[in-house]
């Protein structure tokens, strides 16, 4: 059975820093792309971030260029995401997707992320 399982999420103040961490198992992880997404109330659901387990090669959003960072453990079968400078626009939450070769994929329950003062 596939499962995913994000945790780290919390409030924090602007500029602060958090890690989120996603869990996975079930399936075979270095084969998958893992990927961090985001929903903030009231907007569509944005790809935030994306590593290819094989091969370590990240992407992305502009939005959070420079301020996080996406890594992978293949041992713990576990994604992480490092969100430094935290602003409150990164307020949302938080979700992790396996996505398979075949474009098959799976989706965690989410974290909540609140940055505020």
């Known amino acids: 059975q596939v499962q995913l399982v994000e945790s780290g999420g919390g409030l924090v103040q602007p500029g602060g820093s958090l890690r989120l961490s996603c869990a996975a198992a079930g399936f075979t992880f270095s084969r998958y792309t893992m990927s961090w997404y985001r929903q903030a109330p009231g907007k569509e659901r944005e790809l935030v971030a994306s590593i290819t387990s094989n091969s370590g090669s990240t992407n992305y959003a502009d939005s959070v260029k420079g301020r996080f960072t996406i890594s992978g453990d293949n041992v713990k079968n576990t994604v992480y995401l490092q969100m430094n400078s935290l602003k409150p626009e990164d307020t949302a939450v938080y979700y992790c997707?396996?996505?398979?070769?075949?474009?098959?994929?799976?989706w965690g329950q989410g974290t909540q992320v609140t940055v505020s003062s």
């Open positions: 997707k396996a996505t398979s070769r075949a474009f098959q994929e799976y």
